[in-house]
């Protein structure tokens, strides 16, 4: 009974489990250290805290103290109880002081400590087991016997009455262990499986958060950018503002000294000519013919040539240069080409392959990021989207935009590349891309670079020394154009059509692997 008491004492009023890490408040109530930590957080914003026991308050979170003398106390109990501590299962014979059950019998249904066990009868029927509460799923509900066996057709644990006389007679039959065994192996292999799902789960996720932080790294590098353009694009204005207005002053200055000069001249010339006017005047006026004679002629000397010449000099100045300007224009207008270059990225698109359009040689990866010939002959269901070649084509089709994909080629000397119609061929000679006027594709076979439309290739004369290539489709303005990705990016070409259908990513493999890339190149893509 004492030992009954002293257990009361030393279990906590927020589990009912004798203490663990007891810690004790300032009213002097103990209580685990897990327990009481969580109290305080549901008592958040109610103005005090209290204690769970007494219900005393304090308006700070209270001051967990260990309690060092009942934590020795329980550490001393614990070794003597360890069943009590893992069940909570008393022994059914110990009425004035229980102690824990070591073991239940599931013919007596009754549970046995270790002194009871002892006394126990050792015969066949009396089962034992761990202590359980739920001795009464262990029999049969019919009979009231002890299940024995497994009935395979019907899934359930049965008695002896059951296989002999009872509706599971003449079924498959297996010992308890038997099939116990066999279901644990058929766990282990879902656990195997549950595993791997996992693990590719947990490598996905991992995919989208490095995605993710190399969504943001090129967010804030284009940001950075933007903003450096911006700066760039104020001070080229203001530069070009500067020079404008400075040229502007200069051809008024110009102006206005050659209009002074002018305007000189002409004065000194009208009183020239006024003197000239007086003096014919005269001539005309005199009686004396002889004089007027032995006059030299003047009609003649105004110096008509040089009073042309200055009045088109000064027509000329007061026209203004605007060459200046339009130079000015066409460097802003450079200056919004080249950012409009810089800053505009077009869509990296997400692109996974359509497994039932895959060739019956072609094996794509569980990602759907790769594909690769295979010498032997996969088993795929027959769809009427399937090709007859080694080919495949994106489950995601583009009719607008503007996108970009990129492909790691370096494990394959054999393989085309490129986009296509959903209406292209799956069968015959024309179902490889390239090879018809409903695709459009980058190949290379052996050491052979070309671009093929509609059966007519185009062959590079250098090799391209690169192992990634980048298919950037620009769908309104009708451009397909390939990249090699080296440093720096190299344009290798670009076919201009009206599309007319919706557009496929295409992979033609005739050796090896070829893997879809999502990483960004080594720079921004030229438009």
Request: proline letters at 4%; one cysteine or more.
């Amino acid at each position: 009974m004492a030992s009954a008491d002293l257990r009361q004492e030393l279990v906590c009023s927020i589990c009912l489990s004798i203490y663990t890490d007891p810690v004790t408040l300032r009213c002097g109530h103990n209580f685990c250290r897990v327990c009481i930590d969580r109290v305080p957080d549901t008592q958040e914003g109610s103005g005090a805290y209290t204690c769970p026991e007494c219900r005393a308050e304090c308006q700070e979170r209270p001051a967990l103290q260990r309690n060092i003398t009942l934590c020795n106390i329980v550490g001393s109990l614990r070794p003597t109880q360890p069943y009590q501590e893992e069940t909570g299962i008393f022994c059914s014979h110990c009425i004035h002081s229980p102690a824990p059950a070591a073991k239940s019998c599931l013919h007596c249904e009754a549970h046995l400590c270790d002194n009871h066990l002892r006394v126990h009868s050792k015969s066949p029927e009396h089962v034992l087991c761990d202590p359980t509460t739920a001795l009464g799923n262990r029999k049969c509900s019919v009979h009231k016997e002890l299940f024995r066996y497994y009935c395979t057709e019907d899934a359930a644990c049965i008695c002896m009455s059951c296989c002999q006389i009872g509706g599971h007679r003449g079924h498959q039959m297996e010992s308890l262990d038997e099939a116990s065994k066999k279901k644990k192996e058929k766990l282990r292999n879902v656990l195997q499986k549950l595993t791997r799902m996992r693990k590719e789960t947990e490598e996905r996720d991992q995919s989208l958060q490095v995605q993710g932080r190399k969504f943001q790294q090129k967010s804030a590098d284009i940001r950075e950018r933007v903003i450096r353009l911006s700066g760039d694009i104020r001070r080229q204005l203001e530069d070009l503002e500067k020079r404008a207005l400075s040229e502007i002053s200069r051809q008024e200055q110009c102006f206005s000294l050659s209009l002074c000069h002018l305007i000189q001249h002409l004065e000194i010339k009208k009183d020239e000519l006024s003197r000239k006017m007086r003096h014919i005047e005269e001539l005309c006026n005199m009686s004396d013919p002889v004089t007027v004679l032995q006059e030299p002629d003047t009609g003649d000397s105004c110096d008509t040539e040089d009073t042309e010449r200055r009045h088109t000099l000064a027509y000329d100045v007061g026209v203004l240069d605007t060459s200046l300007f339009s130079r000015t224009l066409c460097a802003l207008s450079d200056t919004i080409i080249a950012i409009n270059k810089g800053i505009y990225v077009p869509e990296v698109t997400d692109i996974v392959l359509d497994v039932n359009t895959a060739g019956i040689c072609m094996r794509i990866s569980e990602d759907r990021k790769t594909v690769s010939r295979s010498n032997v002959t996969h088993v795929h269901r027959q769809t009427a989207d399937r090709f007859e070649c080694d080919q495949v084509i994106s489950s995601r089709r583009f009719s607008s935009g503007r996108h970009y994909w990129e492909v790691d080629v370096s494990k394959s000397e054999w393989w085309r590349v490129g986009m296509c119609y959903p209406s292209i061929a799956r069968r015959g000679d024309q179902s490889v891309i390239g090879d018809n006027n409903k695709s459009w594709c980058l190949s290379r076979n052996n050491c052979e670079y070309s671009v093929i439309d509609k059966r007519n290739s185009i062959y590079f004369a250098d090799i391209i020394p690169c192992d990634r290539v980048r298919i950037y489709l620009d769908y309104e303005a009708g451009q397909l154009s390939f990249y090699a990705l080296c440093n720096p990016i190299t344009h290798l070409h670009t076919f201009n059509a009206s599309f007319t259908e919706p557009l496929h990513a295409a992979l033609y493999v005739g050796e090896g692997c070829v893997k879809i890339s999502m990483e960004l190149g080594p720079e921004m893509l030229p438009l």
